[in-house]
T-cell receptor, first 114, second 114 residues
């Protein structure tokens, strides 16, 4: 079985400050890791994904994430946030025998204040 | 715009009723996924179809069923509705069925059961 824990339900931050959204996963098989963003009243949009290779993954909108196998983590970072980054962020895990199924964390609401 | 369309956007119905949610995948995508997003359960995988056949099953209730048609659109049928079925239902699609494939999400159908 696979599971994902997003350690913070809400993260408030000021504009232009750095941010880290934390994600830990649990899996008994090889994993693929994803970060999705959901803007209000919209569907989910892929920010980035880790399949293999370099543990530092760069995504859209200036976001990046680092896969850490020993700590079973996949934290999302951005060096300088904008008001427009205000949204809910979901970490997800796939892989193993679950075909395309994704297991999502509970989400982290990022609020960027001016 | 992800290219995945879902209808209707909103649905309000009464307990005990039956509804059908419709999803059209992106052009060229063979795999369709259904997810349920609720406040208490978060984002949960329901079911996956690939090229007309069921590929993976998640936490889908027996009162719920789905199918994928020859033109690759999919329908999720929810019957004997209960208050707890109120949620946002997302459809996603991907090119193939594997867990490395990016899933593109539609805008969702918000179901309210009164």
């Amino acid at each position: 079985a696979q599971s994902v824990t997003q350690l913070d339900s809400q993260v408030p931050v000021f504009e232009e400050a750095p941010v880290e959204l934390r994600c830990n996963y649990s899996s008994s098989v090889s994993v693929y890791l994803f970060w999705y963003v959901q803007y209000p009243n919209q569907g989910l949009q892929l920010l980035l994904k880790y399949l293999s290779g370099s543990t530092l993954v760069k995504g859209i909108n200036g976001f990046e994430a680092e896969f850490n196998k020993s700590q079973t983590s996949f934290h999302l970072r951005k060096p300088s946030v904008h008001i427009s980054d205000t949204a809910e962020y979901f970490c997800a895990v796939g892989g193993g025998t679950s075909y395309g199924k994704l297991t999502f964390g509970q989400g982290t609401i990022l609020t960027v204040h001016p | 715009d992800s290219g995945v369309t879902q209808t209707p956007k909103h649905l309000i119905t009464a307990t005990g009723q039956r509804v059908t949610l419709r999803c059209s995948p992106r052009s060229g995508d063979l795999s369709v996924y259904w997810y349920q997003q609720s406040l208490d359960q978060g984002l949960q995988f329901l079911i996956q179809y690939y090229n007309g056949e069921e590929r993976a099953k998640g936490n889908i209730l027996e009162r719920f069923s789905a199918q994928q048609f020859p033109d690759l659109h999919s329908e999720l049928n929810l019957s004997s509705l209960e208050l707890g079925d109120s949620a946002l239902y997302f459809c996603a699609s991907s090119v193939v069925a594997g867990s490395t494939d990016t899933q593109y999400f539609g805008p969702g159908t918000r179901l309210t059961v009164l």
